[in-house]
T-cell receptor, first 118, second 115 residues
Framework: NAGVTQTPKFQVLKTGQSMTLQCAQD?????MYWYRQDPGMGLRLIYYSASEGTTDKGEVPNGYNVSRLNKREFSLRLESAAPSQTSVYFCASSELFFRGPPMNTEAFFGQGTRLTVV | AQKVTQAQTEISVVEKEDVTLDCVYE???????LFWYKQPPSGELVFLIRRNSFDEQNEISGRYSWNFQKSTSSFNFTITASQVVDSAVYFC????????????FGGGTRLMVKP
């Protein structure tokens, strides 16, 4: 049972380089999320996708793009990395059920990607 | 807009003390979900509890208990007889159906339990 898988686990980039963080979930969830975690700042939402084919900005979207490739995969792209994007990135997924009263599952998280931009 | 506030950034207690972590949320919607997560030093996020807006019953799970009060928009978490293994960062989160299922976290409370 893999759950949410993120790659890579660690990455060092030079300023101006680009990269894509990959995320895949095997729980058939509709909703997927990308967060960044910085010391003392908690988890801040970058982008989310409520369902396949939709994406929306979160709290800190500047400098990032996302693609919901299919129901399983949600990637995060840094087009031109900056030192301010040094952070730990988490992907997550959850599901909202409408059988009876709406019920939301908890979010399941990947292990995180530690990104350093020098 | 939705917002979660965890006013306590750091709490330090001695083992066996009880400790309460505060969480206050803001949302305009009547249907929403509240969560607590634990992040131990290893870094992963561990789900602790989910509560929906229709269920104000308090919950107890071993040494953990949660107090949900809609009147004050609070969802507080109490650890009874704390242990060193409880040392972690704890996050409260809010999920709102009408905001495209957006999940918003508070800033987290770092709990340090000293032996």
């Amino acid at each position: 049972n893999a759950g949410v898988t993120q790659t890579p686990k660690f990455q060092v980039l030079k300023t101006g380089q680009s990269m894509t963080l990959q995320c895949a979930q095997d729980m058939n969830h509709n909703s997927m999320y990308w967060y960044r975690q910085d010391p003392g700042m908690g988890l801040r939402l970058i982008y989310y996708s409520a369902s396949e084919g939709t994406t929306d900005k979160g709290e800190v979207p500047n400098g990032y793009n996302v693609s919901r490739l299919n129901k399983r995969e949600f990637s995060l792209r840094l087009e031109s990395a900056a030192p301010s994007q040094t952070s730990v990135y988490f992907c997550a997924s959850s599901e909202l059920f409408f059988r009876g009263p709406p019920m939301n599952t908890e979010a399941f998280f990947g292990q995180g990607t530690r990104l350093t931009v020098v | 807009a939705q917002k979660v506030t965890q006013a306590q950034t750091e709490i330090s207690v001695v083992e066996k003390e009880d400790v309460t972590l505060d969480c206050v949320y803001e949302t305009r919607d009547t249907t929403y979900y509240l969560f607590w997560y634990k992040q131990p030093p290893s870094g992963e996020l561990v789900f602790l509890i989910r509560r929906n807006s229709f269920d104000e019953q308090n919950e107890i799970s071993g040494r953990y208990s949660w107090n949900f009060q809609k009147s004050t928009s609070s969802f507080n978490f109490t650890i009874t007889a704390s242990q060193v293994v409880d040392s972690a960062v704890y996050f409260c989160a809010l999920n709102n159906n009408n905001a495209g299922n957006m999940l918003t976290f508070g800033g987290g409370t770092r709990l340090m339990v000293k032996p």
